[in-house]
């Protein structure tokens, strides 16, 4: 499986963005897909999780500001990121799993990653 994010940019701070990720397997298969970011020096950190029927995981720090969705016949997961916080940037990457009855926000337990695209918020 090839996952490919879009979308990344500088933004200032209330601002919005929309990321997109492409996979290259069905995302109508049992695959779950799921949001991720990392600033240097820290652990790459789940935001938020998407499995094939649509149901979501968030985590705290993005709840209520993000939304995932995913677009089954486009192959394509997005993350809506409104009210957007200085603390917000970093690299964000997409990231995928086969089902296994869970969703999960562990990096460790993804096998499948795009290769990332810098978010920066700042006035």
């Not at 789940?46 to 029927?53: F, H, K, M, Q, Y």
């Not at 995932?68 to 990457?93: E, F, W």
């Not at 990231?95 to 869970?102: I, K, N, S, T």
Request: charged share 25%; proline share 3%.
């Amino acid at each position: 499986v090839q996952v490919v994010e879009s979308g990344g940019g500088s933004v200032r701070p209330g601002g919005s963005l929309r990321l997109s990720c492409v996979a290259s397997e069905s995302t109508d298969s049992r695959l779950c897909m799921a949001w991720f970011r990392q600033v240097p020096g820290k652990e790459r950190e789940g935001l938020a999780a998407i499995d094939s029927d649509g149901t979501t995981h968030y985590a705290e720090p993005v709840k209520g500001r993000f939304t995932i969705s995913r677009d089954n016949a486009k192959n394509t997961l997005y993350l809506q990121m409104n009210s957007l916080k200085p603390d917000d940037t970093a690299m964000y990457y997409c990231a995928a799993r086969w089902w296994d009855g869970r969703l999960s926000l562990r990096a460790d337990e993804h096998n499948y990653w795009g290769q990332g695209t810098q978010v920066t918020v700042s006035s």
